[in-house]
């Protein structure tokens, strides 16, 4: 039997930032994000061997025993680790062994919350394998505890939600550690209007999110004001941007954009750089209303607010700095899972 899944990235609007502890558990936290046709997959079939086979797009294979006690060497493979551990913990040993195959279609670390999608999908197209059934907000749950806890792996928990529910959602963290998720409420016609004025645009500039996240932790924790204060900023945005879309007024959520932008760099160093600088600069001269790098920042992927008007003349613009523009729609039903 082969089982499979997939999950949707996610492009963040507003609040970015105080989905992560220990903010969100101090203050509480709200983003908005837009999960989007690009996806992490997977696929698990069954292994009639003792082992665990675990594939990842062009690299090499690993193989491990289903009773071995994992070893995490921060590399991709610790994720498919980091869930078969815990369902063997949560549910019971594997009785025979299974090959898991993933595929994403955006570079992992790239700011679209590659990682918590890919522990979703894979989390998703194991369980459903083993007639495991969660409703989507525990699996949520489940995902960011294998990735942040298990794993240690630092960020936020705003990107397992987004892969799970699918769609446009307003989503908060109480200080009590209850999520709350909620569909934003706007017409279709105005959803494809958004649609149609966004540009997701890859910097092909690599980074390590995990530094500028225990940056903005380290801030956190010892009440710096500055980026504190950014923090409380965008949090409030965020309540705004749900606005804005209820009332389906495009040029609030263009402003909300630019400016949440403008305090995200606050919040840690390495969050911006002379490249992404130059690539935002280049698309607002070129036509575009709005931009900000999505993620934890430092590089991966941008978001831009472009008019379909001016779209030939932004892409053109940013040929110069050898990126690639990618073409999406959002994303409406979240993880999926199924058999063959």
């Given amino acids: 039997m082969k089982s499979g899944s997939k999950a949707p990235l996610r492009i963040g609007l507003a609040g970015g930032g105080t989905d992560v502890s220990p903010y969100c558990d101090l203050y509480g936290g709200e983003v908005l994000n837009a999960a989007i046709s690009l996806y992490a997959s997977c696929t698990v079939s069954d292994y009639d061997s003792p082992r665990f086979i675990f ?39 594997f009785e025979t062994g299974l090959i898991i195959e993933t595929l994403v279609d955006a570079p992992l670390g790239s700011g679209l919350g590659t990682s918590s999608t890919l522990v979703v999908s894979i989390l998703g197209a194991v369980l459903h394998h083993l007639g495991i059934h969660l409703p989507k907000k525990e699996l949520a749950s489940l995902a960011f505890s294998i990735e942040r806890e298990d794993l240690r792996h630092p960020g936020g928990r705003q990107d397992q939600y987004a892969a799970c529910f699918g769609g446009i959602n307003s989503i908060r963290f109480e200080t009590n550690g209850e999520v709350i998720v909620e569909p934003i ?30 940056e903005q932790i380290s801030h956190v924790r010892e009440r710096v004001e500055q980026p504190l204060e950014a923090m409380h900023i965008l949090k409030k945005q965020s309540g705004l941007m749900k606005l804005a879309f209820e009332s389906e007024n495009y040029r609030e959520i263009v402003d909300l954009i630019d400016s949440g932008f403008s305090e995200k760099k606050k919040m840690a160093s390495g969050i911006t750089n002379e490249r992404i600088e130059d690539i935002y600069s280049t698309a607002m001269k070129a036509g575009a209303l709005a931009g900000k790098i999505s993620g934890a920042g430092g590089g991966g992927f941008m978001v831009f607010c472009v008019p379909p008007d001016s779209v030939d003349k932004v892409r053109e613009a940013l040929l110069t700095f050898g990126g690639t523009a990618f073409s999406f729609h959002f994303d409406q039903q979240g993880l999926t899972t199924w058999s063959e």
Avoid: C
């Fill in 185 to 214: 409420k706007a017409t279709q016609e105005f959803i494809d209007f958004l649609r149609e004025n966004l540009m997701l645009y890859y910097t092909s500039q690599g980074r390590y999110s995990g530094k500028i996240i225990e």
């Fill in 55 to 93: 594939k990842h797009d062009q690299l090499e294979p690993i193989t491990v025993s289903i009773n071995e006690e994992p070893v995490f060497t921060d590399h991709v493979y610790d994720l498919h680790w980091g869930v078969v551990a815990r369902i063997r913990k949560a549910f019971g040993k």
